[in-house]
């Protein structure tokens, strides 16, 4: 992260990151693939330079909390369930109807990422996506994406690490 013209860094380690869509789509490789490849030949298929920006990804976690009771979990039996789709659109995760979230594991249910050719295109897309999702019987952080994508300072990049705590936006 960047922020007062110095970078911190909030985490490192050596798996795959749960953010590794973003990087998938904003840079248009597969980082799974390449890591299979890079453990069975030993080489790398890419070169730095094969690797360039490729417009803005956006990614909301969808986990079943209820944002409006400091994220409360929120276990429950998945009543009905309409995943987004289309062009630039990608959902990783495994819910669907039927499916019951347990309390004993980390509450994030999905990945919701978007792809745009620039980050207003990326923005407008992930709403529309987020307008489309539908999970029912559960509460999710659905809402507060919506409200987070639509809020001023989302929109103008003028926002830090504490803004969320200070927003008060539920």
């Known amino acids: 992260m960047f922020e007062d013209g110095k970078v911190y860094c909030l985490e490192r380690n050596n798996r795959v990151q749960v953010e590794h869509p973003v990087k998938e789509m904003g840079k248009g490789i597969d980082i799974i693939k390449e890591q299979i490849w890079i453990a069975f030949s030993g080489e790398t298929a890419l ?3 094969d690797i360039n920006p490729r417009g803005h990804a956006i990614e909301c976690r ?3 909390e209820d944002a409006s009771k400091n994220f409360q979990p929120s276990p429950g039996l998945i009543g009905m369930c309409h995943q987004p789709s289309g062009f630039r659109t990608r959902v990783d995760g495994a819910i669907y109807q039927g499916y019951k979230v347990t309390p004993y594991y980390d509450s994030m249910i999905c990945k919701l990422i978007c792809h745009g050719r620039n980050r207003t295109e990326a923005i407008q897309r992930m709403r529309r ?7 029912e019987g559960i509460k999710t ?3 507060l994406h919506k409200i987070l994508l639509n809020h001023k300072k989302f929109l103008e990049s003028d926002f830090n690490v504490s803004w969320l705590d200070k927003a008060k936006l539920l």
């Open 47 to 49: 070169k730095q330079s």
């Open 62 to 64: 969808i986990n079943a």
């Open 129 to 135: 996506s987020l307008d489309e999702f539908v999970i």
């Open 141 to 143: 952080t659905i809402d």
